[in-house]
């Protein structure tokens, strides 16, 4: 994993991908590698992602906005939502922590659990399936994201907020799940370097730094309806 996090922290974000393989070794089935350690009820883990509520339509945790540049013959820029570590953290027990969501999409939640399953069984960790997780697709193909309007944005503001050249066009992140298995993998190799001594030293600025826009933003959507609703 370390070695995952060391490519996609240089740019190449699909690295992480192979990661997911190993999580699931680690975490995921009635024998993982957690239990065989005799560890999984000791072991606490860092999550970065706050608590969401039951007003929380939209909550994407710990990922934020960023605009990157990707000089490809279909993809001029890769617009995506990375891992903020920069945000205070709590300590979790293992299941607890396994079993938080990490996202929230139209008060559909995805735990890390969950995306360790799909990341690993269903899109390429491990092996790729012809039909995957609808839910889990359209995070990962923009389907289900936010959509930024630029049309009627002027060039400073666009600067600002997406950077690069206004085409016009609806900009959306994808592959949302790669910024949510490099904060898996953050999570968990900073709770077996605090046990294991792995000598890990994450570069997480070094994509913020290569941003083309010049404020990186989160996105929640609360449900005002709702929260009339819980006064009553």
């Known amino acids: 994993m370390k070695s995952d ?16 393989v190993t999580l699931r070794t680690l975490f995921y089935n009635s024998n993982c590698i957690l ?14 992602t706050p608590k969401f509520t039951e007003h929380d339509c939209i ?3 710990a990922l934020v906005f960023t ?17 903020n570590p920069n945000v205070r953290y709590h300590k979790m027990k293992f ?5 938080q969501p ?5 008060y559909t939640d995805l735990s890390r659990e969950n995306l360790i399953r799909f990341m690993a ?19 990962r193909d923009g389907d289900s994201s936010f ?23 609806d900009i959306f992140p994808t592959y949302i799940n790669w910024g949510l298995t490099r904060q898996i993998v953050h999570e968990t190799l900073l709770a077996f370097d605090e046990k294991f001594n792995l000598n890990y030293n994450p570069d997480l600025e070094r994509n913020f730094n290569k941003r083309l826009n010049k404020f990186i933003f989160n996105f929640n959507v609360s449900d005002p309806n709702l929260r009339e609703e819980t006064k009553k």
């Open 35 to 48: 239990k065989q350690l005799g560890i999984a009820r000791k072991i606490e883990l860092p999550s970065f």
């Open 95 to 99: 299941n607890r922590w396994l079993r």
């Open 67 to 83: 605009r990157l540049p990707r000089y490809s013959k279909t993809m001029k820029y890769f617009d995506t939502m990375l891992f």
């Open 102 to 106: 990490i996202l929230r999409y139209s």
């Open 121 to 139: 069984n269903e899109d390429g960790g491990a092996h790729v399936d012809h039909k995957i997780n609808k839910f889990f697709k359209n995070l």
């Open 59 to 61: 909550n994407y945790g």
């Open 5 to 20: 996090a060391e490519r996609y922290d240089s740019g190449e974000f699909s690295a992480i991908n192979r990661s997911s």
């Open 147 to 169: 959509r930024i309007i630029t049309t009627d944005i002027n060039d400073e503001t666009f600067k600002n907020i997406v950077g690069g050249f206004n085409n016009h066009k």
